[in-house]
């Protein structure tokens, strides 16, 4: 369960231990997902999928199947709500080194994500998605400390107004660009963002 000002989730999920189950589990989830983006579009959805994630080459690797119905309005676009309907194959692989998982002074992680859908099975529309997004944390001294932040996507489709609210390529808030809202820049076919921090520890 997570609610917030901008979205409310309510998803149960069923793991499977594999033969390792630190590193191979299968995943059923089930669930209701609600936006309220002000400068973007609101959406209510359900979804279901299943997922099996394992080790491979020191990734993370989870390939997925996800059945997801949305209804949703998108400001740019103005008109009627959209109900939508999407059977999404995806993929993701992460990498993740740190000195510390909950505290850490020194890392990096990496994320890639696929995903799509076919019009021909299921699908209201065509698409497909790719996403990369990096940080490293980078020591200076005692007290100070460089996080690089980036990332880059695209969705192949032919009309952006097809796509779910929930999939949208969004940016903005303090994971992406500060001074902006919370996922209050886009939507678009096309995103990248990159950011520079210096931060200082004050005490403790």
């Known amino acids: 369960f997570r609610t917030s000002r901008y979205n409310n989730d309510l998803i149960l999920n069923y793991i499977i231990p594999g033969r390792q189950p630190a590193i191979n589990y299968w995943t059923f989830s089930g669930g209701v997902?609600?936006?309220?983006?002000?400068?973007?579009?609101?959406?209510?959805?359900?979804?279901?999928g299943v997922s099996y994630s394992t080790k491979v080459i020191g990734w993370l690797q989870t390939i997925s199947l996800t059945l997801l119905q949305e209804n949703y309005n998108l400001i740019d676009f103005p008109g009627p709500n959209i109900d939508s309907?999407?059977?999404?194959?995806?993929?993701?692989?992460?990498?993740?080194?740190?000195?510390?998982?909950?505290?850490?002074?020194?890392?990096?992680?990496?994320?890639i994500h696929l995903i799509g859908a076919s019009k021909d099975v299921i699908s209201k529309d065509s698409f497909f998605q790719s996403y990369i997004y990096a940080r490293n944390l980078i020591p200076l001294s005692k007290n100070f400390r460089l996080l690089l932040r980036g990332g880059i996507g695209y969705t192949e489709i032919n009309n952006i107004k097809n796509l779910p609210l929930s999939l949208q390529l969004l940016a903005g808030g303090s994971n992406s660009i500060r001074g902006y809202g919370y996922n209050s820049i886009g939507p678009g076919k096309g995103i990248y963002t990159a950011s520079v921090e210096l931060q200082r520890r004050i005490k403790g």
């Open 33 to 48: 997902t609600s936006q309220n983006q002000p400068d973007i579009g609101v959406s209510q959805g359900e979804k279901i």
């Open 85 to 111: 309907e999407m059977l999404m194959p995806g993929v993701e692989w992460q990498r993740l080194q740190s000195n510390d998982i909950l505290r850490p002074s020194k890392g990096y992680s990496i994320s």
